[in-house]
């Protein structure tokens, strides 16, 4: 790359903690003599994204017994390009064990993110749960295998917000921080792919990047055995996924 490995990292620590790429363009307007433009900067956002979730994806977990799932709605509904996040997390660590962004809230991509979690997690859950959204009993026994919920192996809980049995609270505080960072958006302005490469990125921040409150510590230092040394983490989990990928 023309352009030097701090310069490119803080563009994406600035963009994931809330500044726009055209906010960052003016910071660095002000303070390297070479500028880069905006649509640069959109394009390291997408690069080192994918690149460290090829990484992150295939990582074993240590997890607790708990896996949460939800989903919500980004951009708007007249906006083209509004979509569905579809996440899930682990109540003990608090790590995003998988995650994906498409157009649609359907079977398959409800399916995609519980398959990672299965398979990160080496099949270690033995509670589900998710919100009352009726494709979620059937992919989840699907995903999970019908014998072990049949044997009481692994359980669906269903919590349904409209018969006040509350919510699932920790996957909803880390949609309140997923919602932090994407109020400006109405919408993406590229592909469904970069898109879902720009969420990617989110959670490559919020396991590795942002200390949790609750726990002071990043979701990582619980869930796996990777040690980042460095300050600048982003640089590290690129120079670690340039390696293992």
């Given at each position: 790359?023309?352009?030097?490995?701090?310069?490119i990292t803080l563009c994406l620590d600035l963009?994931?903690?809330?500044?726009?790429?055209?906010?960052?363009?003016?910071?660095?307007?002000?303070?390297?003599?070479?500028?880069?433009?905006?649509?640069?900067?959109?394009?390291?956002?997408?690069?080192?994204?994918?690149?460290?979730?090829?990484?992150?994806?295939?990582?074993?977990?240590?997890?607790?017994?708990?896996?949460?799932?939800?989903?919500?709605?980004?951009?708007?509904?007249?906006?083209?390009?509004?979509?569905?996040?579809?996440?899930?997390?682990?109540?003990?660590?608090?790590?995003?064990?998988?995650?994906?962004?498409?157009?649609?809230?359907?079977?398959?991509?409800?399916?995609?993110?519980?398959?990672?979690?299965?398979?990160?997690?080496?099949?270690?859950?033995?509670?589900?749960?998710?919100?009352?959204?009726?494709?979620?009993?059937?992919?989840?026994?699907?995903?999970f295998g019908y014998y072990n919920f049949q044997?009481?192996?692994?359980?669906?809980?269903?919590?349904?917000?409209?018969?006040?049995?509350?919510?699932?609270?920790?996957?909803?505080?880390?949609?309140?921080?997923?919602?932090?960072?994407?109020?400006?958006?109405?919408?993406?302005?590229?592909?469904t792919e970069s898109a879902n490469a720009i969420?990617?990125?989110?959670?490559?921040?919020?396991?590795?990047?942002?200390?949790?409150?609750?726990?002071?510590?990043?979701?990582?230092?619980?869930?796996?055995?990777?040690?980042?040394?460095?300050?600048?983490?982003?640089?590290?989990?690129?120079?670690?996924?340039?390696?293992?990928?």
């Amino acid at each position: 790359m023309r352009n030097t490995p701090n310069k490119i990292t803080l563009c994406l620590d600035l963009f994931y903690k809330g500044i726009s790429t055209r906010q960052i363009q003016s910071h660095l307007q002000a303070f390297y003599p070479h500028n880069s433009s905006w649509v640069s900067i959109y394009k390291w956002i997408i690069k080192y994204s994918k690149q460290i979730s090829k990484f992150t994806d295939k990582l074993k977990l240590k997890v607790g017994k708990e896996l949460q799932v939800d989903e919500m709605q980004v951009g708007t509904m007249k906006s083209r390009y509004n979509g569905w996040f579809i996440d899930s997390i682990d109540t003990e660590t608090r790590f995003m064990v998988a995650s994906e962004f498409g157009k649609l809230r359907d079977e398959k991509s409800i399916k995609k993110v519980l398959g990672r979690a299965k398979q990160n997690s080496e099949n270690k859950f033995t509670t589900i749960t998710t919100d009352g959204f009726h494709l979620y009993t059937k992919s989840v026994k699907s995903v999970f295998g019908y014998y072990n919920f049949q044997r009481g192996i692994q359980t669906h809980k269903v919590v349904t917000q409209s018969k006040n049995e509350g919510f699932n609270i920790k996957i909803e505080r880390m949609h309140n921080s997923v919602r932090h960072r994407i109020k400006t958006f109405r919408g993406f302005h590229g592909s469904t792919e970069s898109a879902n490469a720009i969420m990617k990125g989110y959670e490559i921040y919020y396991n590795f990047i942002r200390k949790h409150l609750a726990l002071g510590k990043c979701p990582y230092e619980l869930a796996t055995d990777i040690k980042l040394e460095n300050s600048n983490k982003w640089l590290e989990l690129i120079e670690i996924s340039q390696t293992n990928n």
